[in-house]
């Protein structure tokens, strides 16, 4: 186990349904992430925390909203998402944002997202 | 925009011999360089990483090596076992400036037995 835990594991959803991915780091981190993963494609990032502060949206369309109400938890909202949508989303954490080995990513099991 | 090339895309080997994976990165200002492995059903781990003040780093039947001049670097995997089976990805990113990972497309490695 990474001490990064994500739920729901699976999920299946409508295009008209709101639903949130859930994500808990026991590492005592500061920084916190979420991926995008799709088939054949490099991992993509989608936000970046740093102590409950958003520093990154990778250009996110806004059906994707993210809230981060302490550095142990991260949610992601979903709302009206299309079937495009359907991918594994990854929750990290590490300790800094440093870009170097303190940075260290440690990757939560991810939620398998299907949208119908 | 940077990118990292990750080449193959499938491998295949029987168990016992080694395997290689290779990267490409393009930005310049890259100096650190992770490798993660991920199983099925699970997130990404890391399990091993250089950095580019250093042209090869060891652990047990694992190994990197980075050529900066090429901005290439590789993963070898030696006495591949079953359990080496999964999904590899690279990485690249900068020391100071952005943190950002720019992760390469991942190898999916077999091992047969």
């Known amino acids: 186990e990474t001490g990064v835990t994500q739920t729901p594991r699976h999920l299946v959803m409508g295009m008209t349904n709101k639903k949130s991915l859930k994500c808990e780091q026991h590492?005592?981190?500061?920084?916190m992430y979420w991926y995008k993963q799709s088939a054949k494609k490099p991992l993509e990032l989608m936000f970046v925390?740093?102590?409950?502060?958003?520093?990154e949206n990778n250009s996110v369309p806004s059906r994707f909203s993210p809230e981060c109400p302490n550095s142990s938890h991260l949610f992601l909202h979903l709302h009206t998402l299309q079937p495009e949508d359907s991918a594994l989303y990854l929750c990290?954490?590490?300790?800094?944002?440093?870009?170097?080995?303190?940075?260290?990513?440690?990757f939560g099991p991810g939620t398998r997202l299907t949208v119908l | 925009g940077e990118n990292v090339e990750q080449h193959p895309s499938t491998l295949s080997v029987q168990e016992g011999d080694s395997a290689v994976i290779k990267c490409t990165y393009s930005?310049?200002?890259?100096?650190?360089f992770p490798w993660y492995k991920q199983e099925l059903g699970k997130g990404p781990q890391l399990i091993i990483d250089?950095?580019?003040?250093?042209g090869e780093k060891k652990d047990q039947r694992i190994a990197v090596t980075l050529n900066k001049t090429a901005k290439h670097f590789s993963l070898h995997i030696t006495e591949t076992q079953p359990e080496d089976s999964a999904v590899y990805f690279c990485a690249a990113s900068r020391a100071s400036g952005t943190y950002k990972y720019i992760f390469g497309t991942g190898t999916r490695l077999k091992v047969l037995a």
């Open positions: 990290a954490s590490s300790l800094t944002l440093a870009g170097d080995m303190s940075n260290e990513q440690f």
């Open positions: 930005d310049s200002a890259s100096n650190y």
């Open positions: 925390y740093n102590f409950k502060e958003q520093t």
């Open positions: 250089i950095r580019s003040n250093v």
């Open positions: 590492l005592g981190h500061n920084a």
